[in-house]
């Protein structure tokens, strides 16, 4: 295609192709240039030739692009894929909440070490309020639904059969909570990589291991680990794809405070 050279002052270019261009959505999105959270405009584009600045004839479609309604730089759509700041910060204090609630129903709520550990994670995690009570009262919803995570939506046999493997692993040679819980089971396999799969992509490795190693913290504030906080530990770090021998050598890093 031949251009015009573009001259300084009012000249038009003689002939090129301009792209037209519609916005078919909006939303909130994570800006890589802004470095924050921004409104954006989904748009798609036709290819036109021009003649002095007049369209004349379609040239086709281009890609959909996402724009920044701050910056005005268009990415390609894929940068709808990484959660906004606000999304983040939600998914990863739900992670640390999970995961708190995961140890417990398998080491069990006798020790105050333990319950005070759980608290001090999920409240350095976001959730500012939590005591004590209100995990306890999790815990007996979770054993009163046998094994699954208080509000978790019902999930269906495809989503049972994917995750049927990692449940199956986990529940041999494994021993059941205090509680009388499976921690190893299908169900609560199920809930943590839920919450941590989507997380763990967004997340740097030491990111990753922080999370893991908070899990360890609680379950070694009133001893060794049982069989049980191990198996889940175990599912913890595969949930958020860190390899079996940096879990194992992040568990063992974590000794018991006395």
Do not use: K
């Not at 976001?126 to 979770?142: N, R, V």
């Not at 639904?145 to 046999?157: E, K, S, V």
């Amino acid at each position: 295609m031949v251009h015009a050279q573009a001259r300084r002052g009012r000249d038009l270019c003689v002939i090129g192709v301009r792209t037209l261009w519609r916005t078919v959505g909006d939303g909130e999105f994570f800006c890589p240039d802004c470095g924050g959270d921004r409104n954006y405009r989904r748009r798609t584009g036709r290819r036109r030739i021009v003649v002095l600045g007049l369209p004349v004839l379609p040239r086709g479609p281009v890609a959909p692009v996402v724009e920044c309604a701050a910056c005005g730089c268009r990415f390609g759509t894929e940068v709808l894929d990484h959660p906004t700041t606000t999304r983040f910060s939600a998914m990863l204090r739900d992670a640390v909440h999970t995961v708190a609630l995961a140890v417990l129903a398998a080491g069990g709520t006798d020790s105050p070490a333990v319950r005070q550990a759980a608290v001090g994670a999920v409240r350095a995690a976001g959730f500012t309020d939590c005591g004590e009570e209100q995990l306890l009262e999790l815990i007996e919803a979770l054993a009163a639904d046998t094994g699954r995570l208080p509000g978790a939506a019902a999930y269906d046999a495809e989503v049972a059969g994917a995750a049927g493997a990692a449940g199956a692993a986990l529940q041999g040679g494994r021993d059941t909570g205090r509680d009388g819980l499976d921690p190893c089971g299908t169900a609560l396999a199920i809930e943590l990589h839920e919450a941590l799969e989507p997380l763990a992509p967004h997340l740097a490795p030491t990111g990753r291991e922080s999370i893991l190693l908070q899990g360890a913290r609680i379950a070694v504030a009133d001893g060794p680990y049982r069989p049980a906080e191990r198996a889940v530990l175990e599912t913890v770090g595969r949930a958020l794809m860190i390899c079996p021998d940096d879990t194992a050598r992040l568990m063992a890093a974590m000794r018991a405070p006395f």
